[in-house]
C-alpha cells in the first residue's frame, strides 16, 4: 500500500490522515477513544477502494468503521463509499443538496458520467446542511457550505483546535476547478464567497483534498483568492485548465493510453463536449487535444512515446 498513514504532530491524536494523491483524494480518519465512534471523511476514488478498504482496516486495527462523510460527490471524494458500505455498514452522510441524485442514481445530476469517470452506487443515511455539529473523534465540527468548485460541497471546521477539513474549496496552493462556470452557471462568485469564509474561520490547520495538511492558512487563502482573479479575468483558463485536469485524471486512473483511445475518450465525455462547444467551437476537437497533450507534457505530466501517452507522477 503506497499511501501512508501519517500522524502531523500538530494534529489531535484522534484525527489521523491518509494523504493519496490526486487521483484518489485525502482520507482524515477520526477515532474516538472514549465512545468508540470512528468516522472516515471522504473515501478516495473507486480503482482505490480497495486500496482505501485496506488502509482504514489496519489504522482501525479490528474496531468497525461507523460512518463516512463526504465533503462533496466528486469520483475521487466518495468512489470507495460502496466498498466501506459493503464491509462496516457505516451510517453515511452526504452533502444535502445531493439527495435526490444520489437516490435515484441520476446520471445527469451526478457528474460521473459527464466526467467520463467511475463511481460504484452507494446509499446513505443522513444529510448536511450549512451550520450542522457533528461530533466526531472525540472534537466538535461545524458544517460550512463550500460551493465554487462544486456548488453542493461542505468543509467541516473544528473550531476548538481550529482545524479545517476543506475538501476542494482550499489547497495549499489553489483549490478544485470551478466546474459551474464550465456550463454557464456562476462559479467563480461562490469561490470568492468561499474563501472569504474561510478567512473569518480563523483555521490553525487545514487538511485539504489533495496535498499535505499546512498552517499557512492566510498566506495559501491569498494563494487561492490571487488564482481566482487570473481565472475570472478570462473564463477561458478555467476551462483550458479543467480539460487538462480530467485528462491528467484519466490517465492517473489509465496509467498508459494510446493516442486514440485517449482522443476517443475526450470526444465521448459530455463534459468535455460541452466545455469544447461552449469555450472553443472555433478551434478543432483534435487541435484541443493535441494542445492539452502538450500543455501537460510541458509541465512533466504526461509522456509521449510515438502513439502511446504515458502519466507520470
Given at each position: 500500500?503506497?499511501?501512508?498513514?501519517?500522524?502531523?504532530?500538530?494534529?489531535?491524536?484522534?484525527?489521523?490522515v491518509?494523504e493519496?494523491?490526486?487521483?484518489?483524494?485525502?482520507?482524515?480518519?477520526?477515532?474516538?477513544?472514549?465512545?468508540?465512534?470512528?468516522?472516515?471523511?471522504d473515501?478516495?476514488y473507486?480503482?482505490?477502494?480497495a486500496?482505501?478498504?485496506?488502509?482504514?482496516?489496519?489504522?482501525l486495527?479490528?474496531?468497525?468503521?461507523?460512518?463516512?462523510?463526504?465533503?462533496?460527490?466528486?469520483?475521487d471524494?466518495?468512489?470507495?463509499?460502496?466498498?466501506?458500505?459493503?464491509?462496516?455498514?457505516?451510517?453515511?452522510?452526504?452533502?444535502?443538496?445531493?439527495?435526490?441524485?444520489?437516490?435515484?442514481w441520476?446520471?445527469?445530476?451526478?457528474?460521473f458520467?459527464?466526467?467520463?469517470?467511475?463511481?460504484?452506487?452507494?446509499t446513505?443515511?443522513a444529510?448536511?446542511?450549512?451550520?450542522?455539529?457533528?461530533?466526531?473523534?472525540?472534537?466538535?465540527?461545524?458544517?460550512?457550505?463550500a460551493?465554487?468548485h462544486?456548488?453542493?460541497?461542505?468543509?467541516?471546521?473544528a473550531?476548538?483546535?481550529?482545524?479545517?477539513?476543506?475538501?476542494?474549496?482550499?489547497?495549499?496552493?489553489?483549490?478544485?476547478?470551478?466546474?459551474?462556470?464550465?456550463?454557464?452557471?456562476s462559479g467563480?462568485?461562490?469561490?470568492?464567497?468561499?474563501?472569504?469564509?474561510?478567512?473569518?474561520?480563523?483555521?490553525?490547520?487545514?487538511?485539504?483534498?489533495?496535498?499535505?495538511?499546512?498552517?499557512?492558512?492566510s498566506?495559501?487563502?491569498?494563494?487561492?483568492q490571487?488564482?481566482?482573479?487570473?481565472?475570472?479575468?478570462?473564463?477561458?483558463?478555467?476551462?483550458?485548465?479543467?480539460?487538462?485536469?480530467?485528462?491528467?485524471?484519466?490517465l492517473?486512473?489509465?496509467?498508459?493510453?494510446?493516442?486514440?483511445?485517449?482522443?476517443?475518450?475526450?470526444?465521448?465525455?459530455?463534459?468535455?463536449?460541452?466545455?469544447?462547444a461552449r469555450?472553443?467551437?472555433?478551434?478543432?476537437?483534435?487541435?484541443?487535444?493535441?494542445?492539452?497533450?502538450?500543455?501537460?507534457?510541458a509541465?512533466?505530466?504526461?509522456?509521449?512515446?510515438?502513439?502511446?501517452?504515458?502519466?507520470r507522477?
Amino acid at each position: 500500500m503506497s499511501a501512508p498513514l501519517t500522524f502531523p504532530p500538530s494534529l489531535p491524536s484522534s484525527v489521523r490522515v491518509f494523504e493519496r494523491g490526486w487521483l484518489s483524494a485525502n482520507n482524515v480518519l477520526l477515532v474516538d477513544d472514549e465512545t468508540g465512534d470512528t468516522a472516515l471523511v471522504d473515501t478516495g476514488y473507486l480503482t482505490h477502494a480497495a486500496q482505501t478498504e485496506a488502509l482504514v482496516a489496519a489504522a482501525l486495527d479490528g474496531r468497525p468503521l461507523r460512518q463516512v462523510i463526504n465533503t462533496h460527490l466528486h469520483s475521487d471524494h466518495c468512489g470507495g463509499n460502496a466498498a466501506l458500505q459493503a464491509r462496516w455498514q457505516p451510517h453515511t452522510s452526504i452533502p444535502a443538496a445531493e439527495a435526490a441524485a444520489v437516490s435515484a442514481w441520476d446520471d445527469d445530476a451526478l457528474s460521473f458520467v459527464a466526467t467520463g469517470q467511475q463511481c460504484q452506487r452507494f446509499t446513505f443515511d443522513a444529510l448536511l446542511h450549512d451550520g450542522d455539529h457533528l461530533r466526531l473523534g472525540g472534537l466538535d465540527w461545524h458544517v460550512v457550505a463550500a460551493p465554487g468548485h462544486d456548488p453542493h460541497a461542505v468543509m467541516l471546521f473544528a473550531p476548538g483546535p481550529r482545524i479545517l477539513i476543506s475538501g476542494d474549496a482550499l489547497w495549499e496552493n489553489g483549490f478544485g476547478v470551478i466546474f459551474p462556470e464550465l456550463d454557464g452557471e456562476s462559479g467563480f462568485a461562490e469561490q470568492a464567497a468561499v474563501l472569504a469564509r474561510i478567512a473569518e474561520l480563523d483555521a490553525r490547520l487545514v487538511i485539504p483534498g489533495h496535498g499535505r495538511v499546512f498552517g499557512d492558512v492566510s498566506e495559501a487563502v491569498a494563494r487561492a483568492q490571487g488564482r481566482l482573479a487570473h481565472l475570472r479575468s478570462d473564463p477561458l483558463r478555467n476551462a483550458s485548465h479543467a480539460v487538462k485536469v480530467l485528462v491528467k485524471f484519466k490517465l492517473l486512473e489509465q496509467q498508459s493510453m494510446s493516442r486514440a483511445a485517449l482522443l476517443a475518450w475526450m470526444h465521448g465525455t459530455p463534459l468535455m463536449q460541452r466545455i469544447h462547444a461552449r469555450f472553443m467551437a472555433e478551434t478543432p476537437f483534435e487541435t484541443v487535444f493535441a494542445q492539452t497533450l502538450r500543455g501537460l507534457a510541458a509541465v512533466d505530466a504526461l509522456a509521449l512515446d510515438g502513439e502511446t501517452v504515458h502519466n507520470r507522477d
